[in-house]
């Protein structure tokens, strides 16, 4: 699983929604961003973390912007892929896998 699904994937656990952001000075390239009312709303998030580590390495990558009534929480270095409702890349092609 790619660093961009695990997030994708913890985010949907902690019950949250995550889409695609391009924050401040990222040249409008998406990456992985979660929309919250405060930062106490990021603890779903930890305790949907399989591990400290991974939760810690969450934090150490996440970057917020205030939305007026909110934040969000976004993670530049993670690229925002496409998935579906299963939570798998919608341009994923079988036939690369098998190469």
Avoid: K
């Amino acid at each position: 699983m790619s660093d961009s699904l695990q997030i994708i994937e913890i985010i949907r656990n902690a019950g949250l929604r995550p889409h695609s952001y391009s924050g401040r000075g990222m040249m409008g390239r998406p990456c992985i961003g979660v929309a919250l009312d405060s930062m106490s709303g990021f603890s779903p998030i930890i305790r949907a973390a399989a591990d400290c580590d991974t939760a810690a390495d969450l934090f150490e990558g996440m970057r917020t912007d205030q939305l007026g009534y909110g934040i969000i929480a976004y993670w530049p270095d993670f690229e925002w892929i496409e998935v579906d409702e299963n939570g798998l890349d919608v341009e994923y092609d079988e036939d690369e896998e098998a190469a």
